[in-house]
């Protein structure tokens, strides 16, 4: 059973940064490729960020292109999420999602696991 946990959630200020991380184990994390999504409330779930289970390749979503990067180490069963220069309305519940596709890209259907969600507040 593949298992996800995120971390690194928290209250910042408009501007500032904030990493989260997401942990994975029960599965081959070499195998997966990975992508963060977030759901602000009254809102569907938007993807973010995807990245191929080798790491070579990413794809962001246009509202977050040149603010946040994600990342693996795929020695750590670990994806991260750098986000800079923080929004206000970047403020949502994010979840890491895993999948056994090489590419998960934007859409969660393509999605086999889903993680818990971390909380991040912006405040303008």
């Known amino acids: 059973q593949v298992q996800l946990v995120e971390s690194g959630g928290g209250l910042v200020q408009a501007g500032g940064s904030l990493r989260l991380a997401c942990e994975v184990s029960?599965?081959?994390?070499?195998?997966?490729?990975m992508g963060w999504f977030r759901q602000a409330p009254g809102k569907e779930r938007e993807f973010v960020v995807t990245?191929?289970?080798?790491?070579?390749?990413?794809e962001s979503a246009d509202s977050v292109k040149g603010r946040f990067t994600v990342s693996r180490d795929n020695t750590k069963n670990t994806v991260y999420l750098q986000m800079n220069s923080l929004k206000a309305e970047d403020t949502a519940v994010y979840y890491c999602?895993?999948?056994?596709?090489?590419?998960?890209?934007?859409?969660?259907?393509?999605?086999?696991?889903w993680g818990q969600g971390t909380q991040v507040t912006v405040s303008s």
């Open positions: 999602a895993a999948s056994w596709r090489s590419w998960g890209g934007m859409f969660r259907a393509r999605y086999d696991y």
């Open positions: 029960g599965g081959t994390f070499s195998s997966l490729s």
């Open positions: 990245i191929t289970a080798n790491g070579n390749n990413t």
